[in-house]
C-alpha cells in the first residue's frame, strides 16, 4: 500500500476496494486487524495487485494469528462461582 502513494491517497484505495473508512487502511498496514477474505477481490483491484497473492497473504496472516491463540490450551479450571457450582 505504501508504494502506491503517489498514485492514490488511502481514501481512495478505502473507496475503491469498498471500506467506508479510510482508517482501515492503516489499521491493516499495522495489524491491528485483518483483511476481510470478501473484500480481498476488489482490495487487489485497488492497489493493482495480483488478487490470488493477496488472499494468499490474508490467508498465510490468518492462519498465523490463530496459531498464536492458546485456545487449544486453555485452562479447564472454573472462573465464576456459577461454574465451581455446575458439574463437570
Known amino acids: 500500500m505504501r508504494d502506491l502513494k503517489h498514485r492514490k491517497s488511502q481514501k481512495e484505495i478505502a473507496h475503491e476496494a469498498g471500506f467506508v473508512n479510510a482508517n482501515m487502511l492503516s489499521l491493516l498496514q499495522s ?52 461454574e465451581r457450582k455446575r458439574p463437570v
Open 31 to 82: 495489524g491491528a486487524t485483518k483483511v476481510p477474505l470478501d473484500r480481498v477481490p476488489a482490495l487487489a483491484r485497488a492497489l493493482g495487485v495480483d488478487r490470488a497473492y493477496l488472499m494468499h497473504l490474508s490467508l498465510e496472516h490468518l492462519s498465523a494469528s490463530r496459531q498464536r491463540t492458546p485456545s487449544s490450551t486453555a485452562s479447564t479450571r472454573p472462573v465464576t462461582e456459577n
